[in-house]
């Protein structure tokens, strides 16, 4: 068999597709796998590095802002999106797919709706409770649209044909040995905090868990495991100078960019601090942990705080938005949660109890049915 994923733009579209061509992979051995994605983003290098074929489609999203860098990205996007069309027919027809499968990014429009103009038949999955613009145009057309929830459905065309699948999560993350992480990572028996903002990092979220290092910068309870993101390498180490705060040689301070571990991180936490992107609230709930979310404002359609919402409506999470954000309100809620551990493990449970751990049986379940219709 012969699938093609379209995806790309951001580690949340690209991921959960490398995933679900794992598992194929997995399942069929002898199986095709192509990605088409944007030559320019970082599908381009995680696509190969995952090890399957990647094959480029230049395209640009609109801006809605109206600037003078977004007015020459405007019309960029229109001269590849006059072009794009030819160019996924060629794929389409050099690669002779059996399906193609869509996770979202401006590639995928373009890519399945081709597809299905040439009747190959067609999913696309949509990670987020909110779905983006793309997910609401391609099911009209598309033959299956997957969900991560439920909450997602009332937002698509009204012939769309939806499944409930959840997000792809990583086995690593399902399989995770809580004690072993925790000794590994030295937490001991200490209450271990995991904070991040993204790859990226989001100044706001820095600025305000500064404040909570500085309150347990002399607690003997505390393990802080923290990402600044690689806009914040500089920001955060002043921050805490500036706070009176030494981290160099504090074995329960741990401050990185990046976190590379993050199913053994997630394992050995006790309350994660994160933004509300779709994948992550999906690891949170495989690993049942408690959570502070603050979505991030930037995102289209406001689909972070919808997503968090998910979770604490379900009493399985705490929403702080970004506009109520600062550094005493987040210190005064840590202080709150991690003083009540039978809290911690009651917002745990409940989010595990939302979570879809056989996401990539579903996805690969729903893609061999239309597979069969077609024989």
């Known amino acids: 068999m012969r699938y093609l994923f379209a995806c790309g733009g951001t580690a949340g579209h690209i991921n959960p597709a490398i995933s679900v061509a794992a598992y194929i992979r997995e399942h069929q051995p002898d199986a095709q796998i192509l990605f088409a994605g944007n030559p320019d983003h970082m599908e381009a290098r995680l696509v190969p590095k995952a090890g399957f074929d990647f094959t480029p489609v230049k395209i ?53 709706r081709k597809a299905a103009q040439m009747g190959i038949k067609t999913v696309t999955q949509e990670q987020n409770a909110f779905p983006g613009v793309t997910t609401k145009l391609l099911s009209k057309y598309v033959d299956r649209v997957l969900l991560a929830v439920d909450a997602a459905k009332p937002y698509l065309a009204p012939q769309a044909k939806t499944v409930l699948t959840g997000n792809p999560v990583r086995e690593d993350v399902l399989f995770a040995d809580r004690l072993k992480a925790r000794k590994q990572l030295g937490v001991g028996e200490r209450i271990c905090l995991l904070s991040f903002g993204g790859s990226l990092g989001a100044q706001r979220v820095n600025e305000s868990i500064a404040d909570v290092v500085a309150w347990h910068k002399g607690e003997q309870n505390i393990h802080h495991i923290h990402a600044t993101g690689s806009y914040g390498t500089e920001l955060f180490p002043r921050l805490l100078k500036e706070k009176g705060v030494r981290f160099e040689g504090n074995p329960h301070l741990d401050i990185r960019e990046y976190i590379d571990d993050m199913p053994q991180c997630l394992a050995a936490a006790d309350l994660v601090i994160c933004r509300a992107g779709a994948i992550t609230l999906s ?93």
């Open 60 to 112: 640009l999203g609109f801006q809605r802002r109206l600037t003078l860098h977004n007015i020459v990205n405007n019309v960029q996007a229109v001269f590849y999106l006059g072009t794009c069309g030819g160019r996924c027919r060629k794929i389409i027809e050099d690669f002779k797919p059996d399906i193609v499968i869509g996770t979202g990014g401006y590639v995928t429009g373009p890519v399945l």
């Open 283 to 375: 690891e949170l709930e495989a690993a049942g942990r408690a959570s502070i979310l603050i979505p991030s404002p930037n995102v289209a359609e406001n689909h972070q705080y919808r997503n968090a919402m998910v979770l604490q409506n379900a009493n399985a999470a705490v929403v702080m938005e970004e506009k109520d954000l600062t550094g005493p309100k987040l210190v005064e809620l840590v202080k709150q949660l991690t003083a009540d551990p039978m809290r911690l493990k009651t917002l745990g449970k409940n989010a595990s109890s939302i979570a879809v751990v056989d996401s990539n049986k579903r996805i690969y379940d729903e893609i061999m049915k239309l597979l069969e219709k077609e024989a």
